[in-house]
T-cell receptor, first 120, second 113 residues
Framework: GAVVSQHPSRVICKSGTSVKIECRSL??????MFWYRQFPKQSLMLMAT?????????EQGVEKDKFLINHASLTLSTLTVTSAHPEDSSFYIC????????????????FGPGTRLLVL | KNQVEQSPQSLIILEGKNCTLQ??????????LRWYKQDTGRGPVSLTI?????NTKSNGRYTATLDADTKQSSLHITASQLSDSASYIC????????????FGTGTRLKVLA
């Protein structure tokens, strides 16, 4: 299956600093990537849709100036948490959308392993 | 409103036993339904994918069923193993062109020796 990586896997930072998380599709090109946030014992919550070469689309309630998304290439999207605060501590998961023109399942998302962010 | 609900919220079973997890959805228009396994601290991994015309799909000890009429799905795990301890998430896609996934709240399964 397709592989999606995230870096770093976990990060601890001080309040007020910025943290960048990378999401890479290793063996396919992804014009669309998604960023999710997951709190303990809860399901994934979509934060934004990252489109290569254009601005990201943010879900309602997600601050675009707080969570900066850059999708500069077909294999890399980055999420930067700016001026992080303790309430931003969470598990961040990205996914990359892959289209299969010849298959019945026209598209599917492959998830990265996640990044655990702890803001002190 | 598009929603996906799962039950039970959590489940504890003994190793070797079978179990069935439930998923009800109100997503429309329906495209496909997926079951994912998510280990603690990891990203979700796909187990099965079913479209409208499919009513059962197996992946090893995992068997998913889909009833598109009642908008219900189940995931049956046979001869559970300790490594099956994880969260199982039901995800439904709508044919809206946005390619968004609608996630269920998940069932946390714990398999005890």
């Amino acid at each position: 299956g397709a592989v999606v990586s995230q870096h770093p896997s976990r990060v601890i930072c001080k309040s007020g600093t910025s943290v960048k998380i990378e999401c890479r599709s290793l063996d396919f090109q992804a014009t669309t990537m998604f960023w999710y946030r997951q709190f303990p014992k809860q399901s994934l919550m979509l934060m934004a849709t990252s489109n290569e070469g254009s601005k990201a689309t943010y879900e309602q309630g997600v601050e675009k100036d707080k969570f900066l998304i850059n999708h500069a290439s077909l294999t890399l999207s980055t999420l930067t948490v700016t001026s992080a605060h303790p309430e931003d501590s969470s598990f961040y998961i990205c996914s990359a959308r892959r289209s299969f023109a010849a298959r019945g399942y026209q598209e599917t998302q492959y998830f990265g392993p996640g990044t655990r962010l702890l803001v002190l | 409103k598009n929603q996906v609900e799962q039950s039970p919220q959590s489940l504890i079973i003994l190793e070797g036993k079978n179990c069935t997890l439930q998923c009800n959805y109100t997503v429309s228009p329906f495209s496909n339904l997926r079951w994912y396994k998510q280990d603690t601290g990891r990203g979700p991994v796909s187990l099965t994918i079913m479209t409208f015309s499919e009513n059962t799909k197996s992946n090893g000890r995992y068997t998913a069923t889909l009833d598109a009429d009642t908008k219900q799905s189940s995931l049956h795990i046979t001869a559970s193993q300790l490594s099956d301890s994880a969260s199982y998430i039901c995800v439904v896609s709508a044919t809206s062109g946005t390619y968004k996934y609608i996630f269920g709240t998940g069932t946390r399964l714990k398999v005890l020796a």
